[in-house]
Structure formats: C-alpha cells, structure tokens
C-alpha cells in the first residue's frame, strides 16, 4: 500500500507527542484547510452570491414603489366654562389622556374610513379600485378553491373598500403634544395626497357631526322640559284664578296698574299731538303771505320744480325759434299754448 505522505512524519518533531500521548494541536482550529476549502469552492460560492444579488435587483426592480402623504391633526379637548374667570387655565387630568387615546381610536374606526370613501366616491375612483384588483395568481387560486365571482352588493363593497382604506392608513400621536400624524401609503402619490386631506377634513366634520347631534338632543330635552313647565304653569295659573273666584279675591294693584299703563299712553299721545300742532303753526306762519311759487319752493314739492324747469326749457326754445319764424307760424303758436299750460298749472 502507498503511504500518504499526509500520515509520514518527518522532520525533527516528527516522533514527539504529548503527555497524554496525543498529537500536538489536536484541538486548535485549522485556518489554513478552510481557507483552501474555500479557494476550491471558489467558483460555486462567487455565482451563488452573484445569483443571490440578482434576484434581490430583479425583486428591487419589480416591486412597486409606495408613497406616503402626511397630514397634522391638532386635537384640543372642548371644555365647559360655567364660570368664565379671566387668566383661568384648565389643567390636563388623567380623563384628558383617554379623551386623546379615544380620539386616536376614532381616526382608525370603520366608520370614519366609510365616511371617506363616499366622500372620495372611491368606489368609483379607478385609481383606488385598480389597487383592490387581485393579482393574477389570487385569482388562479380562487378559482381552484371554487370561489365565486359573482359581483358584491353595495354594502359589501363600501365594507370592503373601508377595510381596504384603513390597511393604507397609519396613526402617530406626537410625542409630548396635542398633534397627531395621519400617513397614507399608496403606489399613487396623488391619491395619497387626495386621501389624507379628506381623511383629515372628515375627521373634523366627523366630530362636529358627533357635537351637533349632542346640542340637538340637548335641545329637544330642554324643549320638552320647558313644554311641561309650561304646562305646569298654566294649571296652576288656572288653579289661582279658580281659587280667587271662589274667594272672592281681589287684586286692587293690578287694576292700578293697568289705569296707570293708560294714563300713561294718554300722556305721551297728548305730547306727541301739541309737539305735531307747533311744527304745522310754524310752517303755517312761514308760508303766509307768501307768492305760490314760493310756497311750492318752501314746501320743496318735486312736481313744481320739474314744471319750472320744463317752462324755462320751453321759453328758451321760444326764444330762439323767434329768430326764424314769426310769432303766427303754427308750431310757434303750438310751442306758445305749452307755455301757457304750463304756467297754468
């Protein structure tokens, strides 16, 4: 048998041997038969690594990039003031912790998204729709699983696509603040951008929807409280007369007063007829003596002052036509009879 010069020992450590009769270095790691395991494995490690580059390129290549649109929500806690005091700051409590985690739960509730996508008509929008379209191999395999293909209703397409809504939506609370981040992640960055605007703009009516039915309830209360008030009242308005009659009571202090209430309207229509009766004996006292004409200018009648000028209109067209035709022309004739009607009225 050929000896494999790996086993031969030569050289002048060749017969030394340890204590316990083992070779030296039994348990020290060989670096120098890795390494050439290594260099003779060459070529299968470099295209397993140069396979492996290529697929994580073709996979970067081939996804689909997202985009994200961010919109900042402050959110502040309504407070009743019974009592306005100037300078008086409410102070944050436990109770205003869990009206904020309540709020944040409201931002991902299924009724806020349902409320965006009929706001958006995101059942209709292709844009958001073409991201609901199921890849080619869910539709293969549905269709080996013997999944139906027949069309939602409408209710169970507004279900879906909210809970289609609420996975492109996140919420991040501000740390130390009263803001919250609301993020959108879509492969269409308009659509990011439409859907957080109407998610914040629907956030906000959401809540002042939720205040208005509150006042609303408030009031129909209070309306009702007051209709049996009212009642109330008149029964025992009914009940005190039924009684004063049957007591014949008598309540001297009204009857005064309603004498008083009169005298007292007669007082004042006594001075507003004397204050009526000076002003027309002063216009009185003016106006006499005086020509007609004055009088309509003093009185400021408008009829008057539109026949003067008419009348000074028509003389100063007299006048001219003179120049041309003699005073028996008969449109001078007809000019002269308007004048004369109109100085006579």
Known sequence: MTPNPLDTETGPEAGARMPDGG?????????????????????????ATGLCVLIALIL?????????ADT????NRDTVNVVQV????????????????TQYDLLKSHSLARRVVVAMDLQHDA???????PSPLARLLGFLHGASARKPSPTDQLRADADALLHMVSVQPVLNSKLVTVSVDTPDPRLSARIANVYADQFIRSNLDRRMAASGY???????????????????DKELVAFAQKHQIVNI???????????EQLNVALAQAEQDRYKAEAKWRQLQGAPADQIAQVLGDPVIEKLQQAY??????????????????????????????????
């Open 23 to 47: 070779a030296p270095g039994d348990d020290d790691i060989d670096l120098q038969a890795y390494w050439r395991a290594l260099v003779g494995r060459r070529w299968l490690i470099l295209g």
């Open 72 to 75: 900042t929500l402050q959110i």
């Open 127 to 133: 844009a958001f729709q073409g991201l609901l379209r």
């Open 86 to 101: 100037q300078g008086f700051q409410p102070v944050e409590s436990l109770n205003d912790q869990t009206f904020y985690q």
């Open 312 to 345: 000074a209109e028509d003389q100063a067209k007299y006048q001219d036509q003179l120049r041309i035709y003699k005073p028996a022309f008969p449109a001078m004739l007809q000019l002269h009879a308007k004048l004369d009607e109109i100085h006579r009225q």
């Open 218 to 236: 408030a009031k129909q209360y209070l309306q009702d409280r007051l209709q049996q008030l009212k009642l109330r009242l008149e029964d025992s």
């Open 253 to 263: 202090s009204d009857r005064q007063s309603l004498v008083g209430q009169q005298l």
């Open 60 to 68: 970067t290549l081939l996804a689909t990039p997202i985009f994200r």
